[in-house]
């Protein structure tokens, strides 16, 4: 069936260190995956998205990889700040697919 | 541009009584997807809207229902509410512009409470 997990339900960075979340999918049919920010109080908010057809994108601060040999995604997020705080989902769907599936969720902490 | 709004943000509700939530797209985007998101099971599909047809619906009983108008508005609705329907209930819309799956915008959600 289709599933996507985080290998970590928490994770407790430096202030100014990088970040990285990581995430499996199950569901090789998937060619385009997200990542979204979640604070508290408020919906989740699109961060980058990657389709299959790539292994790395970069945005501000922000980078994901795929490897899709072993169905792995991970974000990287560089100089984390107080404001990266909030729990990040990734998500995957395929394009014969209207729905998104998301994983559980890892909740970014940041130690000042 | 508004984001999407979804109303009421709060609600308070007992065990058998029906419930309607209502959201609100952002101008000209034509899918609506709703969510269920509770800290055990977090972010689970309910239903997607598109052109007021329902285009894809996720694993919940029939209680949980929708729909969508021609101004892409859509509402959800949950009948004979039970304590586990308790939740967070996000909406989402996108542009859909070629059904090849586009990015979601979320609004922050109704927070629905059954006693």
């Known amino acids: 069936g289709e599933s996507v997990g985080l290998h970590l339900p928490t994770l407790s960075v430096q202030e100014g260190d990088n970040s990285i979340i990581n995430c499996a999918y199950s569901?090789?049919?998937?060619?385009?995956f997200i990542w979204y920010k979640q604070e508290s109080g408020k919906g989740p908010q699109f961060i980058i998205d990657?389709?299959?057809?790539?292994d790395k994108r970069q945005g501000q601060r922000v980078t994901v990889l795929l490897n899709k040999t072993v169905k792995h995604l991970s974000l990287q997020i560089a100089a984390t700040q107080p404001g990266d705080s909030a729990v990040y989902f990734c998500?995957?769907?395929?394009?014969?697919?209207?729905?998104?599936?998301f994983g559980s969720g890892t909740r970014l902490s940041i130690r000042p | 541009k508004a984001g999407v709004t979804q109303t009421p943000r709060y609600l308070i509700k007992t065990r058998g009584q029906q419930v309607t939530l209502s959201c609100s797209p952002i101008?000209?985007?034509?899918?609506v997807s709703w969510y269920q998101q509770t800290p055990g099971q977090g972010l689970q599909f309910l239903f997607e809207?598109?052109?007021?047809?329902?285009?894809n619906k996720g694993n919940f009983p029939g209680r949980f229902s929708g729909r969508q108008f021609s101004n892409s508005r859509s509402e959800m609705n949950v009948s004979t509410l039970e304590l586990g329907d308790s939740a967070l209930y996000l909406c989402?819309?996108?542009?859909?512009?070629?059904?090849?799956?586009?990015?979601?915008?979320f609004g922050s959600g109704t927070q629905l409470s059954v006693l």
């Open positions: 989402a819309s996108s542009l859909d512009q070629d059904a090849t799956n586009e990015k979601l915008f």
């Open positions: 569901n090789s049919a998937s060619d385009y």
């Open positions: 990657i389709r299959s057809n790539m």
């Open positions: 998500a995957e769907t395929y394009s014969s697919a209207s729905k998104i599936i």
């Open positions: 101008s000209g985007h034509r899918s």
């Open positions: 809207y598109f052109s007021e047809t329902q285009r």
